[in-house]
């Protein structure tokens, strides 16, 4: 490619230079993008770990609600009997 001086070789060197440059900004692109990814990640798998835990709450949150009204609807069907 080149001749016997370094300076005919200078367009060439230029060039490589050039896409040195770019390779390096694309991979740090990539980086980011994958340190991006991974917080993403981590994100959406906290909010499904809580959104799971929520549902269990308000399952049994509900199951005791209903246990509370049945214990009640009872207490005041007995009162209305011994009244009879």
């Excluded at 994100?43 to 835990?53: E, G, L």
């Excluded at 399952?59 to 214990?71: A, F, M, N, R, S």
Aim: glycine share 2%; charged share 20%.
């Amino acid at each position: 490619i080149c001749s016997s001086t370094i300076t005919d070789c200078s367009p060439s060197l230029d060039l490589t230079f050039h896409l040195f440059v770019c390779a390096l900004a694309g991979a740090g692109a990539a980086v980011i993008a994958m340190v991006h990814y991974l917080m993403v990640l981590a994100a959406n798998w906290a909010y499904v770990k809580d959104a799971c835990r929520m549902q269990k709450y308000e399952d049994i949150k509900t199951k005791e609600e209903q246990e509370l009204h049945d214990i009640h609807s009872t207490r005041s069907k007995e009162r209305l009997n011994a009244y009879t």
